[in-house]
């Protein structure tokens, strides 16, 4: 086969000039796609290896223009690859349009294991990789009840609208712990009805416990919530007017309640809470069914948790417990079997036997 006469060095050594002359970024029409399939061992960082998942392609009712393309904003990171793989696959796979599909996905490191690891497991996806620098929040960071949540990465999601192309206008944020199980364009088209934020809202939740004392005791810093009716809402999964947001300065707006974290604080999980600050009860409801979250237990333990009662089109672990973890240790919660039939995941056993 012609990528054969090619060794893996000098296919390494061809990407490594391709970072650094361009953005890491590849499409159905692109001609940078040399087959990383050579590189298919496990690497010295010890990625996960990836089986290669099949190609999908549009129904004849699908446009081909810009203006039908779809855009999904992740973050790209070498511990939850492997919920990122099972999350890209989820959603061609129900996808009408899966070519119209194009992922932007936002990483600490510019790695070139990273770009080659998604090339070779999704050779035909659309799909962008841009670095976010961790100390534009390191410094802004408060801990919190759970060292994942303390992460930079977790916090990129603030910055999405600084990093990705100003000609992309809307865009849908997920999560790497989640699968989908319906047609991410039917979130695509969800009417924003002039809002910045389109997600799933649960008004039944207790929304005080988002906050300390400190903050309820202050009536300058509660009075942010006056003449609005603030509810929970998870940032795992947002629609996100990205031209309203920049217009808005919503960036800014989120880290001045993070810069009041760092001198009272007025909250005990991540990032979560200085989004509530700016936008609960100013988003536009989605259904429900887009976010089936708390798969993963609570942020201490983890237990298992059945699934709430509904239609669904989003699984989502949010939580301490991931799924390919429990699997892996053989001590699955019941939902986790609904997350397996995504996973692409090949282990070192079934490496060797290939």
């Not at 509530?276 to 009860?281: E, I, Q, R």
């Not at 983890?302 to 240790?329: F, N, Q, V």
């Amino acid at each position: 086969m012609a990528f054969w006469r090619f060794s893996p060095f000098s296919v390494l050594l061809g990407l490594l000039s391709l970072l650094l002359l361009h953005p890491i970024t590849t499409t159905t029409t692109s001609t940078i796609g040399i087959r990383l399939s050579i590189i298919r061992k496990p690497s010295d960082d010890n990625l996960p290896v990836f089986r290669e998942a099949p190609a999908f392609r549009n129904s004849d009712q699908c446009g081909s223009s810009d203006s039908d393309r779809i855009h999904v904003a992740m973050t790209l990171d070498g511990n939850y690859l492997r919920g990122t793989m099972a999350a890209v696959l989820s959603m061609l796979q129900h996808s009408t349009c899966p070519e119209n599909l194009a992922f932007h996905f936002l990483s600490a490191h510019l790695a070139p294991e990273l770009y080659s690891s998604i090339k070779s497991t999704f050779p035909y996806l659309n799909f962008t990789i841009y670095r976010f620098d961790p100390n534009r929040v390191r410094g802004m960071i408060s801990k919190s009840i759970r060292q994942a949540l303390d992460q930079p990465l977790n916090y990129a999601r603030i910055h999405l609208a600084d990093i990705i192309p100003t000609n992309v206008g809307r865009v849908i944020y997920l999560d790497s712990d989640l699968v989908v199980v319906d047609d991410i364009e039917k979130l695509w088209n969800v009417d924003m009805e002039d809002k910045v934020v389109a997600a799933p809202e649960y008004c039944h939740a207790n929304f005080t416990q988002y906050f300390t004392g400190t903050f309820w005791s202050d009536s300058n810093l509660s009075k942010t919530f006056e003449g609005r009716n603030p509810c929970y809402f998870n940032t795992g999964v947002m629609v996100v007017n990205v031209d309203k947001w920049r217009k808005g300065r919503y960036t800014q707006r989120v880290e001045e309640w993070m810069a009041v974290q760092k001198q009272r604080r007025i909250y005990q999980l991540g990032s979560l809470p200085p989004f509530l600050l700016v936008l609960a009860g100013n988003i536009k409801a989605v259904d429900h069914r887009w976010n089936q979250h708390g798969l993963g237990g609570d942020n201490f333990e983890g237990k298992c948790r059945s699934l709430h009662p509904g239609p669904i089109s989003l699984l989502h672990w949010s939580g301490k417990g991931k799924p390919w973890l429990r699997l892996d240790s053989r001590k699955p919660c019941t939902v986790d079997y609904l997350w397996a039939p995504y996973d692409l995941y090949r282990s070192s056993r079934h490496w060797l036997e290939e």
